[in-house]
């Protein structure tokens, strides 16, 4: 809620609405009600499966929405536009948009848990998103053809609206510079999951490092309890002790540690939307190598912003990095298209722009204002 949707937020109250914002308990509660904000904490465990404990977290949410009456609810992440969803039906509520920002853990790992658990998923969301009074939002092309293909949402609902958006503002080149002095600095920032290619990234930087090339690997991010693929402790540890890769944990400031990176990379196979990290790479002018995957390759063009490989190969994302790191010239021709793509198609207010319109289109008498520079 914090980190991708606060400018949505901050955007509809700057055009006289009430907005009440409802997550679980977290550390950034206090924040959102500092930013003036009423925010409310809903107790929901991502990972359970209790029927009893499920139908409860729905109940409290209907109740909720029927004590505040809005004329309309916005849900972003599978579980909650199932749940938010469902809930806006006994609470009569006018207008419901959802967005799925990627298929997530469900649709895109090969763990028996999550293939047992999407045909449920699959078909709570088709009864969730088959009213005509609500709107889908996805990320990715990808999604789009999934959705309709498997008759989820009818076509006419659906909206493609390309990311959750950058500040191209603050995000930008030449904040602090990488020193040309220094070895290539080639960062991952991600939840450390599996299914983010967080091995395959330790994996190159054991044959590069280990082949004696001047190659600086950072990997930023916290494990996600939340998320059954999420890496271990032990395994963290494990791969510090190695000294191949430097891990920092969860960054609050990415422009500063985007700002000393030569290269950034995310070999992920997870079911993305459109990763928040590459289009912050972009916006800061630097070359992306990632993953010919969902999400991934609508913010690169092979050979145009960065470099595409395939998932799941750790000698492919060695060779692509070193690739750039012996070709300074094409990493700048790189990040001058990544930045000009994240200037004209991810710029957070295209983004809330494109979002407001589709409130429009569910609102009676809602005028989306132009967001301004």
Known sequence: MFNFRLPLARALKAQGHEVLLISPQGDYGARLREEGFRWEPLTMDRRSLNPFSEIFVLMRLALLYR????????????????????????????ARIN?????????????????????????LMRLSLSNS??????????????????NIVHASRIHMIKSSGVDTDRFKPGLIGAMSDQ????????????????????????KLRGNGLPIRFILAGAPDHGNPQSISQVEIDAYESEGFVEILGHVEDMRKLLAISDIVVLPSYYGEGVPRSLIEAAACGLPIVTTDSPGCREVVTHGVEGLLIPPRNSDALAEAIKFLHEDPQLRRKLGLAARQR????FDQRIVIQKTLGVYG?????????????
Not at 103 to 112: E, H, I, K, N, W
Not at 342 to 345: D, E, P
Not at 361 to 373: A, C, N, S, Y
């Open 342 to 345: 994240a200037v004209t198609v």
């Open 99 to 123: 967005a799925v920002a990627g298929m997530g853990y469900v649709f895109s790992s090969s763990a028996l848990k999550a293939r047992l658990l999407r045909p449920l998923v699959r078909g």
């Open 183 to 206: 070895p290539t600095t080639v960062l991952l920032a991600a939840r450390l999951l599996r299914e983010k290619g967080i091995n395959e990234f330790v994996e190159s930087a054991r």
């Open 361 to 373: 289109e569910l609102i009676t008498g809602f005028t989306p204002l132009e967001i301004k520079k």
């Open 133 to 150: 009074r609500s709107r889908l939002i996805l990320q990715n092309s990808d999604d789009l053809q999934a959705f309709t293909l498997a």
């Open 67 to 94: 004590r505040e009456r809005p004329d309309a609810v916005h849900h972003f992440t599978l579980k909650c536009v199932i749940y938010g969803s469902i809930a806006s039906v006994f609470a009569r509520i006018p």
